[in-house]
């Protein structure tokens, strides 16, 4: 038998060890949710997952689960983690699930998922990583290097909290969270505010350029976004003022990740990594009942 266990923010310390850095720093965000199986009687670690909901805010969209990490030590507890799992996003209304798994080391986790209702199948991750050396080589960032930045592009760290909540309500109106389903919920200190930046107009935001600095080091775009017409000058400005951010602040071995989640960050993925390329993966969805 198996004991089931909700993650959160009292107990996340007993389970350090089965998450790594990066994942478990989600653990008490708005939409993230972590369970844990243990042996009843060696009390032994033997499963996990995580998943975080999406569009729960969304009036257009119905919830949806993305399982963004499993790991299976005991064959036997695969199918009691599942029914955990289960449970609890029906509670939470959803009615899609989606995982993706890398296909090294995966082959055996496919399985079980397919065993579990998931349709499997080979795939390119979204995510994409390059070291700040290479993306600062790019043939699009050495000619926007002859750009002059102009004084409305800012740095995150220059502004009011209020300001930023501003920007951030406006961005959220209209529907553009970024990877941030609980964007809300975030701070000025969950992104990196030497890195991040905003355009500004009329003591107002009408871009934001948004990065976390994950444990492991790694710099991820967090949001992207113009929130009015002048999107053909405000982004490309922004992407010129992280770059010397970048450069000033981190070392050319640096990683950053770029997550291709819609068009949008595709765009930017084709301008700034034409040549980058996601690991190969394993994608799966099912419907669930509810």
């Known amino acids: 038998m198996y004991h089931i266990t909700d993650i959160n923010e009292d107990n996340i310390e007993l389970f350090s060890d089965y998450f790594d850095d990066d994942l478990s720093e989600n653990v008490g965000r708005f939409y993230y949710r972590f369970i844990v199986l243990s042996d009843e009687d060696s009390h032994e670690l033997v499963a996990a997952m995580a998943w975080m909901l999406k569009y729960v805010e969304n009036e257009n969209r119905a919830n949806e689960s993305n399982i963004i990490w499993v790991r299976c030590d005991d064959d036997n507890a695969f199918a009691p983690m599942m029914e955990a799992y289960s449970e609890r996003i029906r509670a939470e209304q959803v009615v899609r699930s989606t995982v993706s798994i890398p296909v090294k080391g995966g082959k055996e986790m496919k399985a079980k998922l397919m065993s579990a209702g998931f349709n499997m199948r080979l795939a390119e991750s979204d995510v994409v990583l390059v070291r700040l050396s290479e993306l600062s080589e790019m043939p699009l960032m050495k000619k926007m290097r002859k750009l002059t930045v102009p004084d409305n592009i800012v740095s995150l760290n220059l502004l009011t909290m209020r300001c930023f909540r501003k920007g951030v309500s406006k961005s959220i109106s209209m529907g553009r969270y970024g990877l941030c389903e609980d ?9 990196d505010d030497d890195v991040s930046c905003v355009s500004t107009i009329d003591n107002g935001i009408n871009g934001l350029f948004l990065f976390h600095k994950r444990p492991s080091g790694i710099i991820a775009v967090q949001l992207f976004v113009c929130l009015d017409k002048s999107f053909r000058t405000t982004l490309p400005y922004m992407m010129r003022r992280f770059i010397i951010a970048m450069e000033e602040k981190y070392g050319p071995d640096t990683l950053v990740e770029l997550d291709r989640h ?5 765009l930017l993925a084709e301008k700034l990594l034409p040549r980058g390329f996601g690991i190969p993966i394993y994608r ?3 419907k669930e009942e509810r």
């Open 262 to 266: 819609n068009e949008q960050s595709m």
């Open 183 to 191: 964007l809300a919920e975030l701070g000025i200190l969950w992104f």
């Open 284 to 286: 799966g969805s099912r």
